[in-house]
């Protein structure tokens, strides 16, 4: 007999081992405690008692500092003043998001790492395209920046030429001898703009900025990149950062579970779509096809390194040639003799509907060689990116969430949507790697990751204290360049 299951043991999966703190109700978000083992294998990373700890204090200090707190008033007061003061007991990090929904998740969970070390209240700024795609994330209280805050216009505010960005501030001398014991606080600006876009992601990895950013009350943080991964290579944080770490690669995955829960509407999509096509798999193989805009690639050129991809790596069913009549009789799920066949589901998620029309009616023509059964599915295909439309990224959202829900997922190079799927399920993915040019196919057609990590990309070229042309690769045992982007580093 199996031993029934305890419900301490219950508990524990429910918060997934202490990440999740139990204050919330279950309605406000049904995502948030909805059963993982129903929807994904179990997680092969468990976080350390450390990281638990931590995000209480983290919690706790979110509900004395945050919106609605007479701390937050005091702290909006001074932003308003234009003083930064020189001892707050708060301090903030406004989050605020550019490009797409992959970049901005691995933005935002690195933002919130930042904040978790330096002991920062992390705010987002939620514009209506954003609003609305995820639950609160800290108990008693909100990170949603409030109606009247003192900035309100930040596509116009934070621009690369933004003269209060740190970048163009030290430029300017502006903020010259920060670093300085001796010069306080309240000589500082009332804010300061971290620019961390693609190519500016060198500015602030230095612990002399580091020094110089904590004497800020308020900053501003605008990113695209999963700039955690820099804070593993800076001695200042290293030590704690093993300790919240001790497993590197489950660094993102454990700061996305515990961070992103969708909002019953988009949770409401993704459990729909689960039930009536995922749920009776018994292998969920998830295909992502990103081709980007401004690297246009041919449909059979892309197809065709899926297929080879496949082929290598023994990823989708091998088909066993047929006709189309006999195979669509093998879509009864039991064999002439009772046996259960194995049911495989395929998602595809692309913008275009391609990919999953081919691979369909190949799987439709013949049966699979094992026999089995071989269902393929996609949950949209909009055609092309729309960040500024709510429906479109909860779409996005949801499909990040199915992806992450199967057992092997195969990503498409540099794409920082399939990043975030394959690091909140810990499964480490199968990477389409990018043709070295137009016209020659790539070779090999994909690669086993080395992590569930996110690549970053962008890295800095240099860290301080390295030496001089050292290569960022190579600076710790737990760092290597990216398989999709070989400037980038991950950690494994
Ligand atoms: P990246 O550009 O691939 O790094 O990923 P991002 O998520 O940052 O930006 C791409 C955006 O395009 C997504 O956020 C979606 O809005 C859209 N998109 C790209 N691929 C898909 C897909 O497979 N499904 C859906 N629903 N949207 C997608």
């Not at 800020?216 to 300790?243: C, G, H, I, Q």
């Not at 989708?316 to 064999?335: D, F, G, H, I, Y």
């Not at 990751?449 to 962008?458: I, W």
Request: glycine share 6%; net charge positive.
């Amino acid at each position: 007999d199996k031993p029934a299951p305890s419900p301490r043991r219950d508990q524990d999966d429910r918060l997934l081992g202490g990440l999740l703190s139990p204050a919330f109700d279950d309605y406000s978000c049904r995502s948030r405690y909805a059963s993982p083992s129903l929807y994904r294998r179990p997680s092969p990373f468990r976080p350390s008692s450390h990281l638990v700890a931590r995000l209480r204090l983290y919690e706790a200090r979110h509900r004395r500092c945050g919106p609605g707190s007479p701390l937050f008033r005091e702290a909006v007061e001074h932003l308003r003043s234009g003083r930064n003061a020189a001892r707050s007991e708060c301090q903030y990090t406004v989050w605020t998001p550019f490009n797409g929904l992959g970049n901005r998740m691995l933005a935002l969970a690195s933002t919130f790492l930042h904040a978790l070390l330096t002991d920062r209240v992390l705010l987002v700024h939620a514009p209506h395209e954003f609003d609305g795609l995820f639950c609160e994330p800290f108990p008693g209280s909100s990170w949603t920046l409030p109606a009247g805050f003192p900035i309100a216009d930040f596509d116009g505010t934070f621009t690369m030429l933004s003269p209060t960005s740190y970048k163009n501030m030290k430029k300017a001398g502006t903020i010259n001898g920060g670093e300085n014991p001796n010069v306080t606080a309240e000589t500082l600006p009332a804010y300061v703009f971290l620019d961390l876009i693609q190519s500016y992601t060198g500015a602030a990895f230095c612990e002399a900025d580091q020094r110089v950013l904590a004497k800020f009350n308020w900053m501003v943080v605008k990113s695209d990149v999963y700039f955690a991964t820099a804070f593993f290579l800076m001695p200042v944080y290293r030590r704690e950062l093993a300790r919240l770490f001790p497993e590197k690669e489950a660094a993102f995955h454990h700061l996305a579970r515990y961070l992103f829960h969708p909002s019953n509407d988009v949770w409401a999509i993704v459990r729909e779509f689960h039930e009536a096509y995922l749920a009776g798999a018994d292998e969920r193989i998830g295909l992502q096809v990103r081709v980007f805009p401004e690297l246009p690639v041919p449909f059979e050129t892309m197809y065709g390194q899926i297929m080879r991809c496949s082929e290598q790596e023994g990823l989708l069913p091998k088909v066993a040639e047929r006709n189309a009549a006999a195979a669509r009789n093998t879509s009864a799920v039991s064999s002439p003799d009772g046996r259960k066949t194995k049911l495989t589901s395929i998602l595809v998620t692309s913008l275009s509907p391609e990919y999953y029309e081919r691979i369909r009616g190949v799987y439709q023509a013949n049966r699979a060689e094992t026999g089995g059964y071989v269902a393929v599915h996609q949950p949209s295909h909009d055609g092309v990116q729309h960040t500024e439309a709510r429906g479109h990224n909860q779409r996005a959202l949801a499909e990040i969430y199915l992806l992450s829900f199967c057992d092997r997922i195969v990503t498409t190079a540099v794409s920082t949507f399939g990043y975030v799927a394959h690091g909140l399920a810990g499964v480490r993915p199968w990477v389409l790697l990018r043709s070295p040019s137009p016209g020659t196919p790539a070779e090999p057609a994909c690669v086993r990751s080395l992590s569930v990590e996110p690549c970053m990309q962008a890295a800095p070229r240099q860290m301080c204290g390295a030496a001089k042309g050292s290569d960022i690769g190579t600076l710790a045992p737990y760092v290597r360049h990216c398989e999709d982007v070989h400037g980038g580093v991950k950690l494994f």
